[in-house]
């Protein structure tokens, strides 16, 4: 579960923004674990993009990407091929991922309890430097974590930065030299860490993060294959298929910070609604994110993720979305657009309220984050 939502007034806000390049240019509070598509180049930004990047070898077993963006993972191990005896699709992915994250918690609840290459000072170096890059790229995100325990604090930073990492693969200042070999290389890399053979001294982190917390691998293999969309879809027609995508790069990441934070003791109730609210704030955060950021999409990256079917249903021609719906001399946005932006706004905070919801489930050190 994530540890920042936008404020409500941020929803309301949206619906008056309209798609032009000038209009995203503000300083925003992007949620911090949804995917961030829009960034500087700065020297920190490089130097973790090259460290993701630079090891990462053709693989022999490549994914297929699909026309339409599906995504038929890479049999990187034989792991894999057990768990995908057919392709996915939509909502099938997270229920997949969900089912193995609670039968995680309950299988091994304190972690996987893989013995340390690494002594103390070793894994302190490992997660200081984690701690360094998370406050580094997300202020607020690592001003949430100071109000948990140390333990899980650091566990987090060891989350965000392979989430960070994994992001700039397809993201950041190589992103060009990036291919799908190439991301098959970092899930090859993924699987190392949680078997205890973790490449370098971050990914250190996060195999002792997992020998100590129910974390399971499954959420982090779905992350990557969200990167593997980002390299061939632009457009997304239904809601069903832009779902799949804000769970892949968003959602997922309530998944892997759920267990870090803890239930809170007293609660008896299912783990499948704790993690559903986790999943909720994540597609809410992602959503919202999409709605502020469409002019940039169109504009920087030709990607259009509002649901094409649905600009159709509010009579929005895409050529109408890369041009801006709104008269320069006067300011007046369309009002199609603004009727389809509060559809969309409604929608994202239905899924705030499944994560609200879920909040008072965790434990009580790991609350106030989240709120």
Same mark, same amino acid.
Not at 110 to 133: H, K, W
Not at 220 to 238: H, N, P, S
């Given at each position: 579960?994530?540890?920042?939502?936008?404020?409500?007034?941020?929803?309301?806000?949206?619906?008056?923004?309209?798609?032009?390049?000038?209009?995203?240019?503000?300083?925003?509070?992007?949620?911090?674990?949804?995917?961030?598509?829009?960034?500087?180049?700065?020297?920190?930004?490089? +130097?973790?993009?090259?460290?993701?990047?630079?090891?990462?070898?053709?693989?022999?077993?490549?994914?297929?990407?699909?026309?339409?963006?599906?995504?038929?993972?890479?049999?990187?191990?034989? #792991?894999?091929?057990?768990?995908?005896?057919?392709?996915? @699709?939509?909502?099938?992915?997270? +229920?997949?991922? *969900?089912?193995?994250?609670?039968?995680?918690?309950?299988?091994?609840?304190?972690?996987?309890?893989?013995?340390?290459?690494?002594?103390?000072?070793?894994?302190?170096?490992?997660?200081?430097?984690?701690?360094?890059?998370?406050?580094?790229?997300?202020?607020?995100?690592?001003?949430?974590?100071?109000?948990?325990?140390?333990?899980?604090?650091?566990?987090?930073?060891?989350?965000?930065? !392979?989430?960070?990492?994994?992001?700039?693969?397809?993201?950041?200042?190589?992103?060009? @030299?990036?291919?799908?070999?190439?991301?098959?290389? !970092?899930?090859?890399?993924?699987?190392?860490?949680?078997?205890?053979?973790?490449?370098?001294?971050?990914?250190?982190?996060?195999?002792?993060? /997992?020998?100590?917390?129910?974390?399971?691998?499954?959420?982090?293999?779905?992350?990557?294959?969200?990167? #593997?969309?980002? *390299?061939?879809?632009? #457009?997304?027609?239904?809601?069903?298929?832009?779902?799949?995508?804000? $769970?892949?790069?968003?959602?997922? /990441?309530?998944?892997?910070?759920?267990?870090?934070?803890?239930?809170?003791?007293?609660?008896?109730?299912?783990? #499948?609604?704790? $993690?559903?609210?986790?999943?909720?704030?994540?597609?809410?955060?992602?959503?919202?994110?999409?709605?502020?950021?469409?002019?940039?999409?169109?504009?920087?990256?030709?990607?259009? $993720?509002?649901?094409?079917? +649905?600009?159709?249903?509010?009579?929005?021609?895409?050529?109408?979305?890369?041009?801006?719906?709104?008269?320069?001399?006067?300011?007046?946005?369309?009002?199609?657009?603004?009727?389809?932006?509060?559809?969309?706004?409604?929608?994202?905070? +239905?899924?705030?309220?499944?994560?609200?919801?879920? /909040?008072?489930? *965790?434990?009580?050190?790991?609350? !106030?984050?989240?709120?």
């Amino acid at each position: 579960m994530a540890f920042q939502t936008p404020a409500v007034g941020q929803l309301q806000d949206l619906s008056s923004h309209v798609p032009c390049k000038q209009a995203f240019n503000t300083v925003s509070c992007r949620a911090p674990h949804s995917r961030r598509r829009h960034r500087p180049v700065t020297a920190r930004s490089n +130097e973790i993009a090259t460290v993701a990047s630079a090891t990462l070898t053709t693989s022999q077993s490549p994914a297929t990407l699909q026309p339409d963006g599906t995504v038929l993972s890479s049999p990187t191990s034989s #792991r894999n091929q057990a768990l995908e005896p057919r392709q996915l @699709r939509g909502r099938e992915v997270e +229920e997949r991922a *969900l089912d193995c994250c609670i039968q995680m918690h309950q299988d091994h609840p304190n972690g996987l309890q893989m013995p340390s290459r690494f002594g103390t000072g070793g894994l302190d170096e490992a997660y200081d430097r984690c701690g360094i890059v998370t406050a580094s790229y997300a202020k607020t995100f690592y001003l949430g974590t100071q109000l948990m325990t140390p333990e899980k604090a650091k566990a987090v930073w060891a989350v965000y930065v !392979w989430c960070r990492r994994t992001d700039e693969l397809v993201d950041g200042p190589n992103a060009s @030299r990036i291919t799908p070999e190439a991301l098959d290389r !970092w899930e090859e890399r993924l699987e190392g860490i949680f078997e205890g053979r973790p490449y370098d001294i971050l990914d250190a982190a996060l195999t002792d993060t /997992v020998s100590k917390f129910p974390v399971h691998i499954q959420p982090f293999r779905d992350m990557i294959d969200g990167m #593997r969309m980002d *390299l061939v879809k632009q #457009r997304y027609e239904t809601f069903d298929e832009l779902y799949e995508y804000c $769970y892949r790069v968003a959602g997922t /990441v309530g998944l892997m910070t759920t267990p870090i934070m803890g239930i809170d003791p007293s609660y008896k109730g299912p783990l #499948r609604d704790v $993690y559903q609210a986790a999943l909720g704030l994540g597609t809410a955060n992602q959503l919202t994110n999409i709605l502020r950021d469409v002019g940039e999409d169109i504009t920087e990256r030709n990607r259009i $993720y509002v649901p094409t079917q +649905e600009l159709k249903e509010f009579g929005i021609a895409e050529s109408e979305v890369s041009i801006g719906m709104f008269a320069p001399s006067t300011g007046k946005i369309d009002d199609r657009w603004q009727r389809f932006m509060q559809f969309q706004i409604k929608r994202a905070r +239905e899924y705030f309220g499944q994560a609200e919801a879920g /909040v008072d489930f *965790l434990d009580k050190n790991a609350r !106030w984050p989240v709120w």
